[in-house]
């Protein structure tokens, strides 16, 4: 049983703060627990002013209860709550569900009355649900722990959880309920004192009557906690669709300031849900979109759909639509042609999107039989069905064929519902849990990203991923960073296994000289110094070179540029390195470390790409080695390595393991890294390797390998 | 006047298959016109079988009717209209509305009947509307001359003009004035045997109570006659707002299935949009979005909004969807963060988005003192309201409070209803003209295009647009495509001013190395022929000769390639040509002729940019200065012309000056001309001038011109 169970569903509850003053949240709490609920357990009333209310006693304190209930409700104001919650900690209480506000949201004075409350719960082993928040509402059970006067409104109960922080926009999702969706739970952290989104989802992965898990979060608390509990929603086979707040820069200085969390690097949030399965959306209510989709049917991998329609101007437009979202159109087997051939005038459009025309508006016989030889064809795993004109009884009477259509095939139909005329047709969906996307547009986004998940579901085994072990999240505590040479960096890098040309450090143009002829010409020479990042920049670097008077040359001309452009420098001397062969391609690989995430690594080709197209793509570490074969995939500039203009491919065996070794490596000095900038890698044709060209690692002093470099 | 004035504001009307067989379209026809419509002219019944209806006499033909009507509404079966339209013609009626179906849309015999009237449009000057069609609804004079059974309900008139092909989009767009949306005019061409889109722009262009235009277009007939009518609409100021189906292929197949009209390339259809400073939106909702905030407040160039709302993640959402598509959040000036420090509690977000609290709620004074405090800060052109959930009479008190803000304001409040409950309030937003968006992404999409356009007209001045002259946009009858010779195409390149490298044809390894001579070393070589297009592919181009010796063995290591991989080309010798210096930046620059549109100029940086990125920009011919120069800027890798890691910045004047010569010779040789194809143009560092380093120009053979290279 989930840890949180009784929390969802407690045998007995504590109201403390219970009231029946008009619109005050102690008596909207009674009222959604006595007259809005379904509720069988005892509930206790606690009030420091009423002996009695509804006729029940009333309790002076949480110490005078006679039963020590799973739950207590928390109503009172925020300097009150403190002691309370000591008691009720004191009391053997397992869950208080804190609705009250004034913690830390609410300046200085409510920053440490939170940071109380979150001592109580440590010590104690108590969970705290929010401060500052709607409460918990258990639509399946009928149960609302919550002061919100809409709950007498949330009456659908269904499959999805909903896990938010804030309580506006979780209640936006609530009110989806007029669109025909079924909420299980909806769960509101609030402040998050103690219990977080994260601990929801995990709850929700768990519990058996949640088919999908919906999220909405503004700021990740804990990354690890997070990660944990979307690795368990994926392994039990739930769906997670997530909207994280954080995407641009106002919206993680909003999100900042709203929940007082970090947001993290919007790029890195996304990567992170991707590679666990997560499906983002850009908007709340495509939460809802592609929630709703998933429960109905969950994706096979298969990614052909069909379009439905009965205006020639909506199958166009739709048809165009899902082009641009890279959905494909399947091609009817040539019975179902027959099929729609023979049941259809000549006039309508038999392809796909098949255009009834207005034909079937005036017989729903032919609606049936048509709509049913689209669905029962072998190719087509989802119908869009645009409703583009609310006609009355005519689209309601469309409504009915889709429901006895929908009722004999497995393939879910999708109305979108164009107009702005909600009419009686549209209800009619909805209470058959048909729910109407709002738009094309929104329509065709959901799909696509149905389908995806339908690919990556049935291309993953989530059964066989690791515990997370969030490498390195938190930078070890005192510890400085420090750059290391690109020298010391690449041999770091070479006792771990990673490919770096031959070279030698010379500390004089002799010995520059010498190592070139023992290396073998041509080579490269480059300044050494753990202060110069962008070494080309200051004519620190020199390449080709032929022979040995090119060499001796090139440590004059750029310890003089050296001299010249960055006087403060240290330098150790010239790297000699050997040179690689033309032909090549340059690729990027960087690690860092995010504050929610720990180490993230990036794969881009190098250069421009970069630069201008940001075409890179990021992987939580450690890397599978699936993963890191797909991130090659994964850049729009991946044709390069695939070879240009009749070129040779490049060694991606020999790239994937260097993604690989680099994964280890951080794995074996966690601590040690904060950053790595292997820019650029080169890559041969195949069969001629990949190696590290430059590097540059930050890393920690409080680290013994990272120290003695 | 607009010449389509009696068509949509006729003094008399014959509706020619008048009937009172129920539902049929002649009597729902009659229904609108008489018991649905507003109409002071005079309207006569023309029926076959009918003496009399509705009280009023019945003419057996158009012939008996006593005076010649403005318009004819045509709703007899196809087969008889052909006969009926030749009747209307003679007797001099000025325009055919013809509702019938089973033309165009209707196979070969149908074709045959739209062909007929096409011709007695063309012989007469009788216009034609439609056919195919549900009428034209001029909301404004309450005239429906339509059978839809829908016109009824079309009842808020207002400042939109609509001009959709289909019936079915463009009833959808109608069905908004549930949204709130008040239409003037709607036009849906159907068929378009005569009339297209492209004239009811051009009417909506002049019609004085016409302030926006909205368009729906599945294909384009006549691409010059569309052009001149964008061209009035932005002369006059009037925003118009267009979806183009066919962006992808699906879309481009289903609408040239479906209208039997050329939908041309989306990119340059896009491009042709952009250039005339159409709006163009990606579904039908968001022309409304876009169209009715545009009616409401014309935006003047300035770029920053800001948010109000009540939910502190509705706020933080907002202002994350808001940082994504690049609209700014204003700063608010001292005087506002004072005004709303002083007027909200102190855990309320005072910056920019407001986060008011629940505070406002309950406390409509306050709401109105806060939002009117947020439209009067100096720097915001515009305010999103997103509301989060429907709350019932509180919600209601806040679109009052809006509303009463809205008239002190002229700043646009724009109202983002995220709830699917739609309450009073809802309606309420409506019938003040606030029209809301219907999500946050819509919303603010919408915003971006306002703000776009605002750019636009405050930097164009359509008033100094030539007439376009539609570059050879149909390739003349009877030539056939020429491919010329690298050598060819660049001599007639620099006859017209272009830049290219010196060069030489040699038909002899002597001559070659004489002209090389003459040139002067380092040279390129490349062989000359017309039939080979990809020629360093086969190992026909060698660069860098330095000398005599260099040449000649090119000229035979070239000739034996092309013996070797194109043994059938024919070859007229090797081109020999000045060597550029390194450091340039490589651009392509390309010629094509479309369908729609005829020559549009492609501009990009070459190589890999335009393969893998398509980062490419272009413009309809003939091109202006500014257009040029602003095109260098739109491509996303532009900041390689400004010179990368402290390079050189690239010579952009001599760049501007080949695009503008490039559109010059298309000028001049628009027939000969099918698709030009420069790539790469070496553009040098500041000073150094731009070269076309590689030319390909496919002509035409009746050209004299094209012919005699």
Known sequence: MNELHYLFNPRSIAVIGASDKPASIGARTLENLFDHSRYDGSIYLV????????????????????????????????????????????????????????????????QRLEAQIKQISAQSGMRIYGPNC??????????????????PHDLRPGPLGIATQGGGLGRNLMQAMERGIGVALWSSSGNEADLQVADFIDYM??????????TLVEGIKDGAKFVAAL?????????????KVGRSEYGQRAAASHTASITGAAEVNSAALKQLGVIEVDDIDELIDVGWLLNRHMPDGRSDIAIYCSSGGAAALTADI????????????????????ALLPGYAAIGNPVDTTTAVLSNEQLMDSTLLAVCSDPGVALVLLPVTIDYGTTTE????????????????????????????????????????????????????????????????????WKPWPTLGRAAPQGATPLSLSEGNAKSWLAENGLPVP?????????????????????????VSSATLTHKSDIGGVFVNLRDAGAVH???????????????????????????????????????????VFGHVITFGLGGIYVEVFKDVTRRLLPLQREEATAMLGEIRSSALLEGVRGGPSADVAALIDVLMKVSDFVGRHADAIDEIDLNPVWVGPKGEGAYVLDAVIVGRQSDDEAARR
Chains 1, 2 share one sequence.
């Open 47 to 110: 009030s420091a002013t009423r002996s009695e209310l509804r006729g029940q006693r009333c309790y002076a304190s949480i110490v005078d209860v006679p039963q020590t209930p799973d739950v207590a409700i928390v109503v009172i104001p925020a300097q009150s709550a403190v002691q309370v919650l000591q008691e009720c900690a004191e009391k053997g209480v397992k869950f208080a569900v804190v609705l009250s506000s004034g913690f830390g949201e609410a300046g200085e004075q409510g």
């Open 134 to 151: 709607p409460g918990a509402c258990n639509i399946n059970a009928r149960l609302g722990m919550t002061f919100s006067p809409s709950f």
């Open 205 to 214: 992965a768990d519990a058996p009557d949640i088919k999908v898990i919906l």
């Open 231 to 243: 690795q368990k929603a994926a392994r039990n086979g739930k769906p997670v669709v997530a909207l």
């Open 322 to 341: 899902v082009g641009q979202r890279g959905v494909r159109l399947t091609e009817f087997a040539p019975a179902t042609v027959e099929r729609l051939a």
């Open 397 to 464: 009477k469309m409504a009915q064929a889709v429901s006895r259509v929908q009722k004999e095939s497995p393939v879910p139909i999708l109305p979108i519902w164009m107009s702005d005329r909600n009419g009686k047709a549209f209800s009619m969906y909805a209470e058959d849990g048909i729910v109407p996307a709002k738009s094309i547009g929104k329509a065709v986004k959901a799909v696509r990203r149905w389908m995806d998940y339908g690919k990556w579901r049935t291309q993953t085994h989530p059964q066989h």
């Open 502 to 526: 031959r070279s030698a450090l010379a500390t004089s143009a002799q010995e520059a000289v010498r190592e070139a002829a023992a290396i073998g010409f041509p080579v490269v020479a480059k």
């Open 553 to 595: 040359e090139a440590w004059n001309t750029i310890m003089e540029n050296v001299h010249r452009h960055a006087p403060g420098a240290k330098v150790d001397g010239l790297l000699i390195e050997e040179m690689l062969p033309a032909g090549g391609v340059e690729v990027l690989i960087g690690v860092s470390r995010d504050p």
